[in-house]
DNA sequence: CCGTTAACCTGAGAGC
DNA sequence: TGCTCTCAGGTTAACG
């Protein structure tokens, strides 16, 4: 699920469920995620009131009364789900893969409060939750990330002077964790679409017009997908809007061979691969 | 320091 | 039907 929008709906949604609710029991099934999970999880969480939770880029950070967090990834396949205990109905279901069934074998760690579930599925175990002690540990951890994409930190300025010194492709750079947070390989094939950016421009060439496009787009397109409710985001209840319809809007990725979606625009969309990831681009306006 | 590749996993879909 | 191969929204250790 995982690129910053997508994170976001996960947050907002978890938000309004479990924000000030105290978590009764803690089940773990499989405990080799990306990484082992600590072997105080359950106990670290048990009895713990959720005092805060939010996003940074595409991690989702809970605090807890006792002022511990707790960090989640949730990889390439991870979802969320929320299960009332007294009506066993699946609330919201973020589901990555097309099955309506989720595989119950990957549901590896359940979060238990007073009146419904939480259940955390990633069959492809790259996700991972992670204790942080306290806030230095927190801070820390979090130090090592580029701006988020969303934030003012990543402007004009920011661009202007990291990126002269560059030389991989643009593309690779937007992925780049430590150099912008929060955008993925979906949200980076649209990005560049709508900035008229060929993706294997190397980083250091990309012009003063074009750093102004790339930031209006980036922003514009992250926003966007939000309000959407993120891409393939099925039977999203509790929301507000039409949700999890992103998807609909995409304008390149999985669109090769496909008519630019450009108006004035006779090209086509191709698809490449940089670095073993599909990248898709139009052969005409992104020069 | 830099940039690229391989590896971590399972499941779906294509091709034979 | 079943086998093999490729690909999937992410990250990072290891390498040159």
Same mark, same amino acid.
């Given at each position: 699920m995982p690129e910053l929008p997508e994170v976001e709906i996960v947050k907002q949604s978890l938000k309004r469920k479990i924000k000030d609710k105290k978590i009764?029991?803690?089940v773990v099934r499989n405990r080799n995620l990306r990484f082992k =999970?600590?072997? &105080?999880f359950e106990k670290n969480l048990t009895n713990r009131i959720v005092n805060k939770i939010f996003r940074i880029s595409k991690y989702l950070i809970l605090i807890f009364d006792n002022?511990? +967090?707790c %960090?989640? *990834?949730?990889?390439?396949?991870? /979802?969320? *789900? =929320?299960?009332?205990?007294?009506?066993k109905t699946k609330i919201t279901n973020l589901s990555f893969y097309k099955s309506k %069934?989720?595989?119950?074998?990957?549901? *590896?760690? !359940?979060i238990i409060f007073s009146k419904f579930k939480i259940i955390y599925?990633?069959?492809?175990?790259?996700?991972?939750? #992670? %204790?942080? &002690?306290?806030? *230095?540990?927190? #801070?820390? +951890?979090?130090? #090592? =990330?580029?701006? !988020?994409? =969303?934030?003012?930190d990543f402007n004009i300025k920011y661009l202007k002077k990291n990126l002269k010194n560059k030389k991989k492709n643009i593309k690779n750079l937007l992925l780049d964790q430590k150099f912008v947070s929060g955008i993925g390989n979906i949200y980076a094939n649209e990005i560049l679409f709508y900035s008229k950016i060929n993706p294997k421009k190397k980083a250091q060439k990309i012009n003063y017009k074009e750093i102004n496009q790339l930031l209006k787009f980036s922003k514009k397109v992250l926003n966007l997908a939000i309000k959407f409710g993120g891409s393939s985001i099925k039977d999203f209840k509790n929301t507000k809007g039409s949700m999890g319809e992103f998807q609909k809007k995409f304008k390149v990725y999985e669109k090769d061979n496909e008519k630019c979606p450009r108006k004035k625009c006779s090209g086509k969309i191709i698809k490449i691969f940089? $670095? &073993?990831? $599909? /990248?898709?681009?139009?052969?005409?306006?992104?020069n």
């Open positions: 009764i029991k803690v =999970l600590q072997s &105080n002022h511990k +967090y %960090i989640i *990834h949730l990889g390439m396949s991870g /979802t969320v *789900h =929320l299960i009332n205990k007294s009506k %069934i989720l595989p119950k074998k990957h549901n *590896h760690i !359940e599925n990633d069959p492809r175990r790259f996700g991972f939750f #992670k %204790i942080l &002690n306290n806030k *230095h540990e927190f #801070k820390s +951890y979090f130090n #090592k =990330l580029g701006p !988020e994409a =969303l934030n003012d940089i $670095s &073993n990831r $599909s /990248t898709f681009f139009c052969n005409s306006c992104q």
